[in-house]
């Protein structure tokens, strides 16, 4: 059933009967945040299904796309990953040995440190994440199919107003 031209979904469904059964809250926010947790779902799965394709990890994507995006020569320190990708040392070292291990990435010694390391993104882990990358945001357009450019940019722009806050709490 359409309301308003958008088809009815399953949020509208449960928004309706909290409505009936408790008048008296203000339900509104279902409607905005139960989608958002849906959508993180359906792109969790479309996630997992990418990464799986190219057999990696979401943790492994992360560290290959952070030196991806580093650019030539297409390395970090470990301190610099950590930033990236929000684990602790310890982790970071059994990720970095994991991925060494698969030979996606390399330690070099840092010419600008005598005791420093920095972490290479060898041809493979290029290879892999730039294909990783490509199904990715195949599986990725297919979520936003339903919507057009003008509705996709709003709706970046929407989220980028509600999420801000979180990435730069003051």
């Given at each position: 059933m359409a309301i308003f031209g958008f088809m009815q979904d399953e949020v509208d469904r449960l928004v309706a009967a909290w409505r009936r059964e408790r008048p008296d809250l203000d339900t509104r926010p279902l409607e905005v945040l139960s989608r958002v947790t849906r959508l993180a779902r359906h792109l969790d799965r479309a996630r997992r299904s990418a990464f799986a394709e190219h057999n990696l990890e979401a943790w492994e994507f992360d560290v290959l796309s952070a030196l991806?995006?580093?650019?030539?020569?297409?390395?970090?320190s470990p301190g610099a990953l950590l930033n990236q990708t929000l684990v602790t040392s310890g982790t970071m070292t059994n990720r970095i040995d994991r991925l060494a291990a698969k030979e996606l990435v390399r330690r070099e010694p840092d010419p600008a440190d005598r005791r420093g390391v920095l972490v290479v993104l060898t041809p493979k882990g290029r290879a892999v994440v730039d294909d990783t990358l490509t199904d990715?945001?195949?599986?990725?357009?297919?979520?936003?199919a339903g919507l057009t450019d003008r509705q996709r940019d709003l709706l970046a722009d929407l989220?980028?107003?509600?999420?801000?806050?979180?990435?730069n709490p003051e």
């Amino acid at each position: 059933m359409a309301i308003f031209g958008f088809m009815q979904d399953e949020v509208d469904r449960l928004v309706a009967a909290w409505r009936r059964e408790r008048p008296d809250l203000d339900t509104r926010p279902l409607e905005v945040l139960s989608r958002v947790t849906r959508l993180a779902r359906h792109l969790d799965r479309a996630r997992r299904s990418a990464f799986a394709e190219h057999n990696l990890e979401a943790w492994e994507f992360d560290v290959l796309s952070a030196l991806r995006r580093s650019g030539e020569p297409y390395q970090l320190s470990p301190g610099a990953l950590l930033n990236q990708t929000l684990v602790t040392s310890g982790t970071m070292t059994n990720r970095i040995d994991r991925l060494a291990a698969k030979e996606l990435v390399r330690r070099e010694p840092d010419p600008a440190d005598r005791r420093g390391v920095l972490v290479v993104l060898t041809p493979k882990g290029r290879a892999v994440v730039d294909d990783t990358l490509t199904d990715l945001l195949a599986h990725e357009q297919k979520l936003l199919a339903g919507l057009t450019d003008r509705q996709r940019d709003l709706l970046a722009d929407l989220l980028r107003d509600l999420v801000a806050p979180f990435d730069n709490p003051e």
